[in-house]
């Protein structure tokens, strides 16, 4: 018995050790972000990905994926840092995000992150933090509501004084 709970300790231990106090998995730092809020009931199972499918343009994601009922899986949300020299602007991040996601420009409704503009649509959120760096969140508001998707997207904070070590 007393094996067990030492085991027990130890395992617990590493979790809080990983994860830190006061945080659920998944949460953490991704390229040079905090993230600060989740929704509560979001997937546990958590992947990173870095990838450039765009010339120029460099992708660092977090994705929060479920298993569902017919064996399948289902993104529950998606943050992801880019970054591209030709990010200047907000109307030009516009212009990207639209021919990537092939929707219409005039489809994204303007929108606060903190005290920078944004811009949003059907679960999909994103903003320009400074000349070079973009943030996007993306979530199923099926489960969770465009009232997660602003509060996980204001909860996305630049992390300060990490430099390029505290990227990722």
């Given at each position: 018995?007393?094996?067990?709970?030492?085991?027990?300790?130890?395992?617990a231990?590493l979790?809080?050790?990983?994860?830190g106090?006061?945080?659920?998995?998944?949460?953490?730092?991704?390229?040079?972000?905090?993230?600060?809020?989740?929704?509560?009931?979001?997937?546990?199972?958590?992947s990173?990905?870095?990838?450039?499918?765009?010339?120029?343009?460099?992708?660092?994601?977090?994705?929060?994926?479920?298993?569902?009922?017919?064996?399948?899986?289902?993104?529950d949300?998606?943050?992801?840092?880019?970054?591209a020299?030709?990010f200047?602007?907000l109307?030009?991040?516009r212009?990207?995000?639209?021919?990537?996601?092939?929707?219409?420009?005039?489809?994204?409704?303007n929108?606060?992150?903190?005290?920078?503009?944004?811009?949003?649509?059907?679960g999909?959120?994103?903003?320009?933090?400074?000349?070079?760096?973009a943030?996007?969140?993306?979530?199923?508001?099926?489960?969770f509501?465009?009232?997660?998707?602003?509060?996980?997207?204001?909860?996305?904070?630049?992390?300060?004084?990490?430099?390029?070590?505290?990227?990722?």
């Amino acid at each position: 018995m007393m094996a067990g709970l030492r085991v027990l300790a130890i395992v617990a231990g590493l979790g809080l050790a990983l994860t830190g106090p006061g945080m659920t998995e998944g949460r953490g730092v991704l390229d040079g972000f905090v993230i600060g809020h989740v929704p509560g009931d979001v997937a546990t199972s958590t992947s990173d990905f870095e990838y450039e499918p765009e010339d120029g343009v460099r992708f660092t994601s977090r994705v929060w994926e479920r298993e569902t009922d017919d064996g399948g899986h289902a993104v529950d949300l998606m943050i992801i840092v880019m970054r591209a020299g030709r990010f200047t602007a907000l109307d030009g991040l516009r212009d990207f995000m639209s021919a990537y996601h092939e929707r219409a420009p005039a489809s994204w409704t303007n929108v606060q992150i903190g005290a920078r503009p944004g811009l949003k649509a059907a679960g999909q959120v994103f903003w320009l933090v400074e000349p070079g760096v973009a943030v996007s969140v993306t979530i199923d508001t099926a489960r969770f509501g465009d009232g997660e998707l602003m509060a996980v997207a204001e909860g996305v904070r630049e992390q300060r004084g990490a430099g390029e070590a505290g990227r990722r």
